[in-house]
């Protein structure tokens, strides 16, 4: 059974939108660790996610809350740094663009879809047993000329690569 986190952690800073290459900005909003010392048996297969709204809506900048379980393990410097620090030059919230990703409908028809790829970035060397639960919630905004997508792909990389874990949403509402 996890420990719950006894003392509030100090919320990271939000910081100024950042990736501007990729035509959308980032915006860090809340940052926290929720609970500790989770067994390895307990944690889903990737990342908790949730999206306010439709690329094609008014609603904008976007919200993306993340419930990410990352290895309570010493983490080193990922191989990518260039999205938003999250903790101690360990873990780092980076965009990669937009991709095609095949999933399996309702139906049982696979099709593709066009995602934008958010990462949850560290690097653990050793095989994890306990897990710590974050909470990640971050803004991003279109750039001019910028075209929406139909999904947001965010995953848990691992740059040791052992423990990849990924989540494919949609929002709830057809476009």
Do not use: H, W
């Not at 952690?9 to 290459?21: D, F, G, R, S």
């Not at 379980?69 to 080193?76: A, C, G, K, Q, R």
């Not at 620090?85 to 399996?104: A, C, D, Q």
């Amino acid at each position: 059974m996890g420990n719950s986190v006894a003392e509030p952690q100090a919320k990271a800073q939000p910081q100024l939108p950042i990736k501007k290459e990729n035509r959308i900005s980032l915006t860090l909003l809340d940052y926290k660790k929720l609970e500790t010392k989770i067994p390895q048996g307990r944690i889903p297969e990737g990342p908790l996610v949730n999206i306010s709204d439709v690329e094609n809506s008014t609603a904008t900048p976007y919200m993306v809350t993340i419930l990410a379980y990352i290895p309570d393990n010493d983490l080193s410097t990922p191989d990518n740094t260039s999205g938003i620090l999250l903790e101690r030059n360990k873990i780092y919230l980076n965009y990669y663009g937009v991709i095609e990703v095949e999933y399996v409908n309702k139906s049982g028809v696979t099709e593709q879809l066009k995602c934008r790829d958010f990462r949850i970035e560290y690097n653990c060397e050793d095989k994890a047993s306990f897990y710590d639960l974050y909470y990640i919630q971050f803004n991003y905004q279109l750039l001019e000329g910028t075209v929406p997508v139909d999904g947001i792909l965010v995953r848990n990389q691992d740059d040791d690569p052992r423990t990849d874990r990924g989540t494919l949403t949609m929002p709830a509402k057809p476009r």
